[in-house]
């Protein structure tokens, strides 16, 4: 019904940067949320942001505040995750998900508040 496709995950060194995008595929929403969560080794799903699309609201984990920005696409289906000054600790799989509806700010960083994911893309932080 819905295929969230994440991209641009990769190594880079601490301090470098990445941008991350997901698009969806499939049935596709005029509204929805968007969100970014990751998972370190040994570690359990950790969100780190989300948007809506009903007034562009956005989210952020504490950890990512001031380094991280996410986007969407008004055209389609998409949020992108611009990665800066990335450290060591913010190595994890990175997934994408997907929401077809407005989700109440507050539950932005719920990770059952979403319907769909991607399959996570690795990005790994290292010198």
């Known amino acids: 019904q819905v295929q969230l496709l994440e991209s641009g995950g990769g190594l880079v060194p601490p301090g470098g940067s990445l941008r991350l995008s997901c698009t969806a595929s499939g049935r596709t929403f005029s509204d929805y949320s968007m969100a970014w969560f990751r998972q370190a080794p040994g570690k359990g799903r950790e969100f780190v942001s989300a948007i809506r699309t009903g007034d562009g609201k956005t989210k952020y984990a504490d950890s990512v505040k001031g380094r991280f920005t996410i986007s969407r696409d008004n055209a389609k289906m998409a949020s992108h995750l611009q990665m800066n000054s990335l450290k060591p600790e913010d190595t994890a799989v990175y997934y994408c998900?997907?929401?077809?509806?407005?989700?109440?700010?507050?539950?932005?960083?719920?990770?059952?508040?979403?319907?769909?994911w991607g399959q996570g893309t690795q990005v790994t932080i290292s010198s």
């Open positions: 998900a997907a929401k077809g509806s407005n989700v109440i700010y507050g539950s932005l960083s719920w990770s059952s508040a979403y319907d769909y």
